[in-house]
C-alpha cells in the first residue's frame, strides 16, 4: 500500500511537522522573523479552511476573506478598547471623524471575552445564514463561487464606507497589543508564536477527525455527486452550510490571530486578491490533502517575504502561470507529487493492499478516505 | 406633487436624472456581462479573466492612439479584433483541456487574470493612462432639467447595437443555430456533424473581443490601469448569473440592477447602495436560483 | 390496504403534458415492473414518488402519509430508496465507503461530525455483501469497477438505506445474461420483505419477476395486471410491445 495513504504514516507526518515548528523559537532569536512566522501560521490556518471547504467539499469559496476580515475588525476592535476607558472612551480616529458618542456596535468590545466571542459568533453567523439561503436554494458549484466573491466585495465596500465607525481605508490599528487579564501577549514574542501555532494544531486535528468521520465521508460524497446523497437521506443543504460555516469558523480564529500578531486591520483583508491568494495556496499545495494546504501556504508566503517587495510583481505573475499549470496538470497539488512518488516506490518494492473488513474506531481514524 | 410631499428630500427632477443615469449603469454593466454571458452560456465556462480582457481592450486603444495615432472610432473594432485572438490563444491553449471542469476552469482563468494584470503592469506600469476621444463625445447634452454626457449615449447605443446584433448572429445565422445546438446538448450537436470544438473555440473568442469593445469605451468613462478590470468584473458576473446565462437574461438583469443601483444611491450613496443590491441579489437567488430566463434543465 | 397510491398524479414542463392523470396502487410486498415506450413518463413518475420535481397536481400517499411535494431526503427517510436509471455512485470514494454513506441511520450533520462509526453497520454490511457479491472489491475505488459492478454497487447501496418501497430504474441495463439472472434472484428474494417497482424494457427479465405489470403511455396508466394478461391486451400489443417486436 502507498505510503502516503497509509494512516499511520499521516499522523506522524503532522506529528513531525508540528514538533519542528513548535522547536523553531529555541533556534530562531530573531523575534521580528518568529513574528512574520506566526503570520505564516495564520495563513495556514487560512488555507486549511479553504481545503475543508473547497477540497474536500468540493465547494469553491472566493470570499473567505469575510470571515478572516469579520473576526479581524472583531478583535482590532475589542484591542482598541482595551486602549480606551472612561475619561476617553472615543477611539481618535472617531473624534477626527467627529463623532460624539461611542457608536452601539462598539459599546460590547468594552468587555474583551465579549468582544474576542463576538469577533468569533458574528462571522460563524454571517457563514450560516449566507451559506443557507444559497445551498437552500441548491445554488452551487460556480455560482456559489461568484457569489462568495459579490458578497466579498459588498463588505470591503461597506466597511470602507463607513469611515467614522470603522476608519474607512486607514483601517483601525489598536495602539497596544493584546491583554488577556493581566497576560500581555507581545506579538513579537515565542509566547505568540506557540498561540497560534497551538491554535493551528488545534485546527488542524479536528479538521482532520472532521474529514474522517461519518460527517467527512458525506461530504466527501455531496463533493461527487450531490443529487445522489438527497437520495440516500441527507439533507444536502445542511451538510454544505456545516462545513462552509466550519471553515467560515476556522478563518474567524485566524482573522483574530492576525490581528494580534499585527495590530492592524484595514478593508484590505476584504480584498478579491488576498481571498483568491488563499485557493492559491491550497491549490497548490494540494487541496485535497490538509497538509498539503498548510504547506503550501508557508511555501509561498515564505518565498514571497524572501523575494521582497521589490520583486512583487514579477512575483505575482509568475505565481499567477504557476498556478495555472498546477490546475492543468497537477489538480492534486504539489502535495500530489509527493503522492505518486511514494506510488511508484511501494509498488516497485512489491507493496500489498491491505484487505480489512473490520469496523473499529480505531481503523476509522486511521483511514484517510480524501488522499 | 403628490410624490414629493412623501419625502421631504424628494426632488423629482433630480430622481428622473437618477433613472436615466440608471439606464446608462445598466447599459455599462451589461456591456461588460456581454462577452462573459455569451462564453458561459456557450460552454459552461466561468471565465475569471473576463475584468483583464476588458482591461486589455483598453490598453490595446490607448496604444493604437499614443503609438500609431489611430482615430477613437477606430481603436474600438480593432481592440475587439486585438482581444479577440488574446481569447483565441488562450481557449486554444488552456481552456479546452478544462472544459469538463467547471471549477478549474474558474481558476484557472482566474490565473491568467492574475498573469495578464502582472503583465501589463510590468509593462505599462501602474500609473494611469488616458484616451482621448473627439470633442464632440466630452460634451453634455441639456434637455429641460436632464442632463447627459454624450459619451454616456453613445455607450448606450452601441451596447444596443452589439445586444441586436449577438440576436441576429444566434437567432439569424447558420452559426448561431450550431451554437445553440451545442448548448443544448454537445454530443447530440456532434453527431448531427456540428464541430462543438470550433463553436467553442470561435464564441470565446468572440466573447473576449467584446469585452475588449468594452474596455476601449470605459477607457474613455474612467482612466486605464491595470487593476480596472477588477472594478467591472463583479457586476458582470452578476449579471450573468441574475439573468441565469442567456442573453435575454443578461438584458434584463442588467436592466434591472442598473436601475435599482441608481435608485439606491439617489436615497443613500453608491457603495451603500452596491450592498443593498448585492444583498437583495442573494435574496433573489434564494427564490429563484436558475437566475431570471434559464435554459431548462438537464434530465437525469 | 395499500402501501403506495398515486392519485391522479399530472406534470407538465410549461404547456407539454408529461404525466396525465396518472392512478395507481400498489400492496405491500409484491414486485410492480413499470413499463411503457420512451417518453411515457416512467422515469419522470419517479422523479415525482421521490421528490425529485413536484407534481402540478395530484398526490402521492406513501404508509397513509401524504408525501406530495416534500425534499428528497425527507422522502428518502420514510422509506423509499432509489436507484437512477444512469448508475449513480460516488466514484471517489471506495466501495466500502460508498456502502458506509449509504447506511443513513443518523442523518444530522452536526451529529456526524465526529462519529465514526454507525451502529449496526457491520452486520448491514455483511448481509448486503452476500446478496451483491462485492466483497472482493471494498477497498476499490468505485470509478473504476465495470459497468456491471456499479450497478450492482447502487443497487447495494438502496438496500443499505434499508427501505420499504424500492424504486429501480433500469437495474439491469448493460448486464450479461448471467449477471441479469441473479438480479432476478436477489429481486424475488427481496419481495419477501419489500416493496419494488421496477423500470424495464427487457421483456424477459420483466417475466421472470413481475408480481404484477404497470404499462404506461402518454403519461398515463394504459393497463394494469399479471404479466399473462398484459401480454394477452390488444392496447398493450398496439402501443407498446407490437413496436418493440419483444413480445
Redesign the interface.
Known sequence: MNLYHRPGAQWLAYLVFYVVLAAVPFVVSDNFLLNQLSTYGVFAMLALSISLCWGFG?I?NLGQGIPFGLGAYGMAMTMQMQSQDASNPMPPFMLNNSLDRLPLFWVPFWNTGVGITLALVVPTLFCAI?GW??F????S???F???T???L???G??I??IQPYTNGVNGITPPAPLKLGEIVVDPYSPAAYWTVLALLVLATVVAK??T????G??V??V???A??????????A??E??IYTISGFFAAVAGCCWVMLTQYVSPAQFD?TFS?SM?IWA?IGGRMSLMGAILGAFLIQGAQSYLGDAFL??W??I???F??LV??FL?KGLIGLVESALGRLSSSTGGK???N?????RS??LQQ??E | MAVGSFFTSFDLSAFINALILGISIASIWLIAALGLTIIYGAAGVINMAHGEFIMLGAYSSYMLQSFLGFPFVLCVPASFLIVALVGLVLERGLIRYLYKRPLDTLLATFGVSLVLMQGVRLIFGSDPKYLAVPPIFSSNIQFSFVNISVFRVVVLLVTLGIVTGLWALFYRTRFGVQVRAVMQDKEMAASFGVNADRVYMLTFALGAGLAGVAGSLFGVLNIVLPTMGASYVVQAFLVVVVGGGTLAGSVAAGGATGELQSIFAYFTNDTFARFLLFVLIVVFLRIRPQGLFAPSAKRR | MSFLEIRNLCKSFDTVSVINDFSIELVEQTLCCLVGPNGAGKTTTMDLVTGRQKPTSGQIIFCDDDITGLDEHEIARRGIGRKFQVPAVFRDLTVRQNLEVAYSRSTHPLKNLFRFRAPGFADKLDEVLSVTGLGGRLNIEAGILSHGETQWLEIGMVLMQNPRLLLLDEPVAGMTESEIDKTAEIFNNLKRTNSLVVVEHDMAFVRQIADVVTVMHMGSLLAQGPISEIEANERVREVYLGETGEA
Open positions: 468540493g469553491l449566507f439561503l444559497m437552500r436554494a441548491r445554488v458549484g460556480p455560482f463561487a461568484i457569489m466573491l459579490a458578497m466585495s459588498a463588505w465596500t461597506l470602507l464606507d477527525l472532521m474522517l468521520s461519518r460527517f465521508l458525506v466527501q460524497s463533493r461527487n455527486d443529487e445522489r446523497v438527497r437520495f440516500l437521506g441527507y439533507n444536502v445542511g451538510y452550510t456545516a478579491t483568491l485557493v491549490g510583481n514579477t505575482l505573475l505565481l499567477g502561470g498556478f495555472i490546475v492543468r489538480p493492499t491491505d484487505g473488513g473490520v469496523s473499529s474506531i476509522r481514524l478516505p480524501g
